[in-house]
């Protein structure tokens, strides 16, 4: 045989005693790893531990939202927190779902992990050794079981936002983005349900003001105004429909009070509309 071939059959002889090596070294790992699963007080409790828990599994490490833009301007001046407050008034439910989620996530999660560190090894070098495996690789096996079966649900999320302009032609194209923490988005949703109180406190409010315009108030305001529009000095002889306006709008916080009201014809009413005069 030449040089070559005997270092061909030395190369393949490495080749099977180094598979034959891995395949016993993997029969065994898997013989001690079965042997700590059956045995091991600590693992078996972290399984039961595991069992006794429900987190929710349905929630992603992330939520992509994109805003298109209509100009160039209206893209420089667009905030994206104010962008993640339209998408929260958008998926209101949705985001009150998941934060809810995440939220009994995180407080079973703490009671887990409580639980999860409280758990310890009992194991002793005379139970293994009538195993027939090493102390050492016993609580070996035993702490990378430990480790990796511990559970790890998802106690957080973040929301990323992009705003885009692509010019008419599609020339040119721009962009910014911003990714808010779960600290962030919680901040963002309360932060809307303020906003949702102080709408609806507003409008019922409104509601109420407006309610105060009686007929009586009305026919005393026409009358002290001479029944005539006072910006034009048109009458309902005339062919004007007149009204009562609020010189400072209700919208505004204007008062329904003789001082704040005064008679308009429909049309100085229109052009007016909710302004301050």
Sequence with gaps: MTGTE???????????????????????????????KAHSELYNELIKLNKSYNFYSDI?????FY????????????????????????NYIYFK??????????????????????LSSKINERETKSLKIKFKTFKRIENKLYIQSKLNPQISTTIYIKASYTSPKGRNSYSKYRTFQ??????????????????????????????????????????RDGFKCQICGATAQEGAKLHVDHIIPVSKGGKTVASNLRTLCDRCNIGKSDKIE
């Design 6 to 36: 005997i270092a061909l059959i030395v190369i393949a002889i490495c080749i099977v005693i180094s598979i034959i090596i891995f395949i016993g070294s993997w029969l065994i790992h898997n013989k001690h790893l079965r042997l700590v």
């Design 60 to 64: 992603k490490s992330q939520y992509n």
């Design 67 to 90: 805003e298109v833009c209509s100009s160039k301007r209206k893209l420089d001046c667009l905030s994206l927190y104010d962008v993640l407050l339209s998408k929260i008034e958008c």
């Design 97 to 118: 779902n998941l934060l809810i989620c995440i939220q009994k996530n995180r407080q079973n999660y703490e009671l887990y992990c409580k639980q999860y560190n409280k």
């Design 182 to 223: 779960y600290t962030e988005v919680v901040k963002a949703y309360n932060d809307y349900n303020r906003l949702k109180v102080q709408k609806q406190e507003y409008s019922y409010k409104v509601k109420i003001e407006r309610a105060k315009m009686s007929d009586s108030l009305r026919y005393s305001i026409l009358k």
